[in-house]
C-alpha cells in the first residue's frame, strides 16, 4: 500500500524508503492524500487478496481462516511502512486518511469471527488525527428540505452545520423546473407564513407565474411559478451562506453516533466527527441511489451527483427501518430543436401573486417567459408500448415503488390504454439556457427509445437531447416511526424531513425541512416542540397523514387530502401561521406589526360592510344590471350584495365612495371572508368537535396489550404508530370506530384509578 505519486513527489519524499518494505509481488494501492480518495480500492484490493476477486464488492463476506488472518497481517506491513514514511519526513498533516475509519469500512469484510486482537494489533499504531467540532444542531443533506430546517434552527439562535454531498446539489431542482402548483402553492404560503424561506427565493428567481384553478372556488386556487434552477439552487446557497450561526459544509456523512437510544452527533467518510445536540436527516433521494433508463444503470444521484452509500448501513444498525422508493424525470431537450410553431404558447398571468407575503407585487413584476403545450399521440404509444420489456420498470430491474400521482410516461400508457393523448408541458429551465423540460413525458426507456417516441410528439420532430430521462431509486424510511413533531421515537434529537420521509416534491420536502429544524432547536433549547393540526395548516395535513397512515409509495400532497380546504386557503395562510411563527421566533416584531395592521384592516372594513346601506337609486340599479345582477326591491347592505355570486368587493368600489384604499391581499380577504361566511362557520364548527378528539391525549405509558376488546390488529397498529391522541389514533388503518370506543373506555378507566 502505497500514498499517491503525485502526492508523494510534492512532498519531496524519496520513495525508496517505502520500496524497502515493499516487495515487488505486494499489491500497491494508489490513496491521496490530499483528498482522502482510495478507501474503496483499499477495501476492494484486500478482498481482492483474500478472495482472488470472485466476490463483488458490496458483498458481505467473513474472515474465517488462517490464509485470511494471513492477509490481514500482511496489510498491517503496508500500513506499518506507511506510518514508517510518515516518520520519514512527511508533514503530519499531510497523510489525511482515518485508517481507523477504513478499519470500520472494513466490518463487512472483517465480520465478527476474525480475532479481535488481530484487528486491533493491525490499527493500534495508527495515530492519525480527525477533526472533531462541536454544534448544536447538524443537518444532512442540502435539498429543499434540509435548507429550510438548518435556516431554522441557525435563525434560532442554535449553531448549525448542514452537510451536502456536492455544492451543486444545494437547493437542486433535479426533476420539474418550478414551484408550487395544486396544492403545493398552499405549502409555499404556509412556509413563508412560518418564516421559511422557499417563497422568498422562488419570488426571486421566477421567470413565470401562473394561478391554478382560477375557474373554481378559492380554496382550490393554487400559486405555481417557474423557475430558473440555476439562479433558485445559487441564491438559496448565497442565503445559507450570509446567515449567522450556520455553517455549509461539503461532505458525506457516513454513521450516526447513537449512544443509549439518545443521538450524540454524525461522522463523515473522512473520519471526522461532529457532536451534536440533535440532528436532522434530510438526504432525499441521495441514499443508495441509482439512476436508470433501459439497460444503463448508474450508481449515483440525480443528475449524475455522487450518491450517499453508507448512511443507510448505520441507520439500518440503529433500528431504522428503511424502504425502497423510486422516481423519475424526463429528458432535457435542445430549445434550437423545437418547433415552437406547432404548440399552443402558455403565457404567464398579467397580474403577478407573489409567493411571499413580504413582498407586493410591485416588488417583483418582470418580463415572463411562455412555456408551450404539445401531445402525444398513438404513434408515440405504440413505440412505448412495443419497447415495455426494455423498461427496468417492466423488466423487474427496478425495485422501489414509484409515485402513484405522478407516473412515467410508460405507466400512462399502460394505465390509461383508452386515451389517445397525453399533455406535454415543454418549459425552460432557466433564463440563460436551452435545456427545456417536457413536463408529462418521464421515463426509463432506453435512450434509442427515448429519441424514437420523443421524435412522434408534434413539435419535436427533430428534437436533440441534451440529457436522457431517467428512474431513480433510493433508500427512504418508514415515516410511521416518527412522531408528529419528526422526531424519531426511538432515537432521541434525531429528526428527519423530506423525502427521506417518503414524500414527493420539492414543496413537500421543504415544509417537513422547516418543521423539524423548528423543533431540532426547540429541543436544544429545552422547549416544547411545534405541531401543527390538520385543522390549522396544509403542513398539518402532509405530516399526521405521513406518520400516521400507511404509506408504501411517495406521498403527495393534494387538496383532497385536507379535510377543512375551506379554511386552509393559500390567501389566509399568514391569517392561520404568521402568530405561530411570531411565536416561534421566526417572524421579527416588524413583519409581525404589518401582519397585526393587516389584521386589523381585514376586522375592521367587513364590520363597515354590514352597516354601510345601498339604496335602490338609479345609479345602483345600473351598476347591478351591468353586472349581471337582480336590481334592488329595496335597500341593502354592501356586504348583503358582497354575497351574490356575480358581484365582489372590488366590483362594488363606485358605490362605496367612503371606502379607503387597501392593498389588493386585503380586499381579497375581505371579499371571500364575506362571500363565504356561511361555509366557513360550518367548517369552524367541525374543527371544534375535530378538536375535541385531539385534545384527548393518550399517554405516553399506555399499554394497549392491556387493552380489553381491543381487536388484535388494532393492537398491533395501535403498537406501530405510538397515535399522540385519540383523534391520531381514529386515522389509523385499521383501527375501527369501535376500537377508538374501547380505547376511550380504557384511558377514563385509567383516570379514574388514578
Known sequence: MNKSDKATEESGFEQSALKEYISEETPVISISAKYGDGIDNFIMELKNMMFHGRIDVNQEVYITNARHKDALAKTYESLECVERSIEAGMPEDFFTIDLMNAYEKLGLIIGESVEEDLVNEIFSKNSMKTVEEYYDVVVVGAGHAGCEAALAAARLGCETIIFTVSMNSVALMPCNPNIGGSSKGHLVKEIDALGGEMGKNIDKTYIQSKMLNKSKGPAVHSLRAQADKDAYSMTMRYTLQNTDHLTLRQAEVTELIVEDGVIKGVKTFSGAIYHAKTVVLATGTYL???????????????????????????????????????????????????????????????????????????????????????????????????????????????????????????????????????????????????????????????????????????????????????????????????????????????????????????EEAACQGLIAGINAARKCLGKEPVILDRSQAYIGVLIDDLVTKENHEPYRMMTSRAEYRLLLRQDNADMRLTPIGHEIGLIDDARYDKFLLKKEQIEKEIERLKHVNIGANKTVQELLESLGSTKLNSGSTLEELIKRPELNYESLASIDPDREPLDDDVAEQININIKYEGYIKRQLQQVEQFKKMENKLIPDTINYDEVHNLRTEAVQKLKAVHPHSVGQASRISGVSPSDISVLMIYMEQMRHRK
Not at 399552443?344 to 413584476?365: A, L, R, W, Y
Not at 419535436?460 to 421515537?489: G, H
Open 288 to 506: 443508495k441511489a441509482r439512476c436508470l433508463y433501459g439497460e444503463v444503470v448508474n450508481y449515483t444521484g440525480p443528475n449524475g451527483l455522487q450518491a450517499a452509500n453508507y448512511l443507510s448501513q448505520s441507520l439500518k444498525d440503529n433500528g431504522v427501518e428503511l424502504y425502497r422508493f423510486k422516481t423519475g424525470t424526463p429528458a432535457r431537450i435542445d430549445k434550437r430543436s423545437v418547433n415552437f410553431d406547432v404548440m399552443e404558447e402558455q403565457f404567464g398571468d398579467e397580474k403577478i401573486v407573489p409567493f411571499s407575503f413580504t413582498n407586493k407585487e410591485e416588488d417583483i413584476k418582470r418580463e415572463q417567459i411562455s412555456c408551450w403545450l404539445t401531445y402525444t399521440n398513438e404513434e408515440t404509444h405504440k413505440i412505448i408500448r412495443d419497447n415495455l420489456d426494455r423498461s427496468p420498470i417492466y423488466a423487474g430491474v427496478i425495485e422501489g415503488t414509484g409515485p402513484r400521482y405522478c407516473p412515467s410516461i410508460e405507466d400512462k400508457v399502460v394505465r390509461f390504454a383508452d386515451r389517445k393523448r397525453h399533455q406535454l408541458f415543454i418549459e425552460p429551465e432557466g433564463e440563460f439556457t436551452n435545456e427545456m423540460y417536457v413536463g408529462g413525458m418521464s421515463s426509463s426507456l432506453p435512450e434509442d427509445v427515448q429519441y424514437a417516441m420523443y421524435r412522434t410528439v408534434k413539435g419535436l420532430e427533430n428534437v436533440k437531447i441534451i440529457r436522457n430521462a431517467y428512474a431513480i431509486e433510493y433508500d427512504c424510511i418508514n415515516p410511521n416511526q416518527l412522531r408528529l413533531s419528526l422526531e424519531f421515537r426511538n432515537i432521541q434529537g434525531l429528526f428527519s424531513g423530506g423525502q427521506f420521509n417518503g414524500s414527493s416534491g420539492y
